[in-house]
């Protein structure tokens, strides 16, 4: 398998994470995403992946899946243990329910064509740092909602053991300290993040920092 990824994505992250705790391996090729070092809008990789987005994975099959959800359901299928969907199928709803409430209501508020477009837009008689009010809001409200959804007696985010939901939540936590949001603020959030950060392949695995 091959994995076009980029280092400071967290969509990226959520499949390094799938696959370093399933034990599989991918060979990573990289993707400029932003800046000078961008590819993602070269060719060659539309030709591959006509979103010029990152993740995608090359299946050994010989086929490319797109979009971190897919991928980390791919490679459940692929290789079912250690579970990343629950056994019930409440249990895997909520999972699902948590996963996508990170990728379509937080992370795709703050991706770098996102900023790179309200950086583009002239905004009158606004003062302050715009961008940097828009992510944080986002991720506020985000995370807000997240914490609330949580069981108070559950480790992670849905049960005792890791699920695909904290795959999701794990790199979105980690960019949001950095944005300097105090995760204490959502209580049950910071306390899965405190045990996901125990785990080597969250820990290892997590989006690189923005130069």
Do not use: C
Not at 4 to 16: E, G, K, L, M, T
Not at 83 to 98: I, K
Request: charged share 20%; no cysteine.
């Amino acid at each position: 398998m091959k994995l076009y990824d980029a280092a400071i994505s967290s969509a990226s992250s959520r499949v390094r994470i799938a696959l370093a705790y399933k034990g599989l391996h991918a060979e990573r090729v990289p993707v400029g995403i932003a800046g000078p070092d961008a590819t993602n809008r070269a060719p060659a990789y539309l030709a591959l992946n006509p979103q010029g987005l990152v993740p995608a994975l090359y299946t050994d099959g010989g086929v490319l899946v797109t979009q971190s959800l897919a991928i980390v359901e791919y490679l459940e299928e692929l290789q079912p243990q250690p579970a990343l969907l629950p056994p019930t199928p409440e249990g895997r709803a909520r999972a699902r329910a948590l996963a996508l409430a990170v990728a379509s209501e937080i992370h795709a508020l703050l991706t770098h064509r996102v900023a790179a477009r309200i950086r583009a837009i002239p905004v009158t008689g606004a003062g302050g740092d715009v961008l940097g009010d828009w992510k944080r809001h986002w991720m506020e409200e985000g995370m807000a909602a997240y914490d609330a959804a949580l069981h108070p007696d559950d480790a992670f985010s849905v049960g005792a053991a890791p699920t695909v939901a904290d795959v999701f939540l794990y790199p979105q936590a980690v960019n949001a300290e950095r944005a300097g949001l105090d995760l204490r603020r959502w209580p049950r959030v910071a306390g899965v993040v405190e045990r996901l950060h125990r785990i080597p392949a969250f820990a290892d695995n997590a989006p690189a920092p923005l130069r």
